[in-house]
């Protein structure tokens, strides 16, 4: 069963082109199995928003009124050394080393060897890495 919210005012926060706050009238409609469409009032050449993509928390106040906020996407701030067979090693954004690893067991291999050779692979690639700095 759809709920038809008409003519309810929808506010966004849009991160991709800085922090824009976006306000738009039209028809919101959300149903129980969490699907939500937006169809604004104006449509055409003269578009206020560019398109996007994001995630977020979207909320149907009190008033009727929906809000969205994007959530923002949190990328690695650590730098590659080295790509391993089954992880990598880093370093972090605090300057340590980071090896991780991940085996999984049902992939019909030794393990315990496989993770003795990465750790090596990825010790020498350290070791590389530290000569060039």
Same mark, same amino acid.
């Given at each position: 069963?759809?709920?038809?919210? /008409? /003519? #309810?005012?929808? $506010? *966004?926060?849009?991160?991709? /082109?800085?922090?824009?706050?976006? #306000?738009?009238? *039209?028809?919101?409609?959300?149903?129980? !199995?969490?699907?939500?469409?937006?169809?604004? /009032?104006? +449509? *055409? &050449?003269? @578009?206020?928003?560019?398109?996007?993509? !994001?995630?977020?928390?979207?909320?149907?106040? &009190?008033? *009727? &009124?929906?809000?969205?906020?994007?959530?923002?996407?949190?990328?690695?701030?650590?730098?590659?050394?080295?790509? =391993?067979? +089954?992880?990598?090693? !880093? $370093? &972090?954004?605090?300057?340590?080393?980071?090896?991780? =690893?991940?085996?999984?067991?049902? @992939? %019909?291999?030794?393990? %315990? !060897?496989? =993770?003795? $050779? @990465?750790?090596?692979?990825?010790?020498?690639?350290?070791?590389?890495?530290? =000569?060039?700095?």
């Amino acid at each position: 069963m759809k709920k038809n919210v /008409n /003519n #309810q005012q929808a $506010k *966004g926060q849009q991160v991709n /082109n800085g922090s824009q706050h976006v #306000q738009l009238g *039209g028809m919101a409609f959300y149903d129980e !199995s969490k699907c939500f469409l937006f169809a604004p /009032n104006e +449509h *055409g &050449t003269g @578009e206020k928003v560019p398109g996007f993509r !994001s995630q977020g928390v979207a909320q149907q106040l &009190t008033d *009727g &009124t929906f809000d969205f906020v994007v959530k923002p996407r949190v990328r690695s701030q650590s730098e590659l050394i080295r790509k =391993l067979a +089954h992880g990598r090693v !880093s $370093k &972090t954004k605090d300057g340590a080393i980071q090896l991780t =690893l991940k085996v999984f067991c049902d @992939e %019909g291999i030794n393990i %315990g !060897s496989a =993770l003795v $050779k @990465e750790a090596e692979e990825a010790a020498d690639a350290v070791v590389d890495y530290q =000569l060039k700095r």
